[in-house]
Nanobody
Framework: QVQLVESGGGLVQAGGSLRLSCAASGRTYSTYAMGWFRQAPGKEREFVAAINWSGTNTKYADSVKGRFTISRDNAKNTVHLQMNSLEPEDTAVYYC?????????????WGQGTQVTVSS
């Protein structure tokens, strides 16, 4: 059974950086697009970034463009989210997701989430 396991969350001051990682099990990992979503308290889960299977195409939410970078290493079955210039508004639980879609209904597999807290 394929699983996604996130790591790398934590507490950081505004302006700081964090790097999230998602480890995927399963032989077919490299054939899927992968993405990141986030959910802040009291808000709906929202799209953050996605990367295609080969890593040659990416897309980002407007709120994180220029600050976040998604990447993947198919040899290690991992996908990363480098987050720079973090803002308190970035505080949320971040979820690794399998799929290219920017809507939650387009995602067929989720990780358990990792908390990111940005203090002002």
């Amino acid at each position: 059974q394929v699983q996604l396991v996130e790591s790398g969350g934590g507490l950081v001051q505004a302006g700081g950086s964090l790097r999230l990682s998602c480890a995927a099990s399963g032989r077919t990992y490299s054939t899927y697009a992968m993405g990141w979503f986030r959910q802040a308290p009291g808000k709906e889960r929202e799209f953050v970034a996605a990367i295609n299977w080969s890593g040659t195409n990416t897309k980002y939410a407007d709120s994180v463009k220029g600050r976040f970078t998604i990447s993947r290493d198919n040899a290690k079955n991992t996908v990363h989210l480098q987050m720079n210039s973090l803002e308190p508004e970035d505080t949320a639980v971040y979820y690794c997701a399998r799929g290219w879609g920017s809507r939650t209904r387009e995602i067929d597999l989720w990780g358990q989430g990792t908390q990111v807290t940005v203090s002002s």
